[in-house]
């Protein structure tokens, strides 16, 4: 079965860079795009971006070039930096594995696997 | 971007009945749509893809259609377990975006 799990602090300060990690198991990362999604409840679900195992990346553009994602393959891992973060980062945030295959026009397919999800508060 | 509008933001219906919501894309997307059940605490499901292909193992009760920009979902009968938040997702063109949700509760 395929898991999916988030890891990281739960609270970062204004202005630093949240970091997160998600660990697959079950499954190797290669063949599938993984992405992180957050879910506020102001704005609901936001699509951040995917990865590819491959290294390959595309971010949503909402996060103005703030947002780096990284994989590592042997480790089964992908990662999140999103920068220079205010209190509208606050947000539970998702990995997620998508179905399907990314051009440079759309991602195709779904999420069929997702984390648990991790709350990460930004405050003083 | 594409918008994705939800409605209704939220509902309340008896067990039995019939339950739609809609989604609307800002723009033509063909049938590049998914459903998600999202119960609290939870992380989001996905229960049609396509528009209107049943994920394995999801209840039959469940069903999408349309295309184009609008589309619905139905459940044909609501069970209390189906109480949960339900969102649509287009994948017709970058950045990905999700509708704002509809709520179900049961009345």
């Known amino acids: 079965q395929v898991q999916l799990q988030e890891s990281g602090p739960g609270l970062v300060k204004p202005s630093e860079t949240l970091s997160l990690t998600c660990t697959v198991s079950g499954d190797s990362i290669s063949g599938y795009y993984w992405s992180w999604i957050r879910q506020t409840p102001g704005k609901g679900l936001e699509w951040t971006g995917y990865i590819y195992y491959s290294g390959s990346t595309y971010y949503n553009p909402s996060l103005k070039n703030r947002v780096t994602m990284s994989v590592d393959t042997s480790k089964n891992q992908f990662s999140l930096k999103l920068s220079s973060v205010t209190a509208a980062d606050t947000a539970v945030y998702y990995c997620a594995r998508g179905t399907g295959y990314c051009s440079p026009i759309s991602c195709y397919g779904n999420f069929d696997y997702w984390g648990q999800g991790t709350l990460v508060a930004v405050s003083s | ?107």
């Open chain 2, 1 to 107: 971007d594409i918008q994705m509008t939800q409605s209704p933001s939220s509902l309340s219906a008896s067990v039995g009945d019939r339950v739609t919501i809609t989604c609307q894309a800002s723009q033509d997307i063909g049938n590049y749509l998914n459903w998600y059940q999202q119960k609290p605490g939870k992380a989001p499901k996905v229960l049609i893809y396509d528009a209107s292909n049943l994920e394995t193992g999801v209840p039959s009760r469940f069903s999408g259609s349309g295309s184009g920009t609008h589309f619905s979902f139905t459940i044909s009968s609501l069970q209390p377990e189906d109480i949960a938040t339900y969102y649509c997702q287009q994948y017709d063109n970058l950045p990905l975006t999700f509708g704002g949700g509809t709520k179900v509760e049961i009345k």
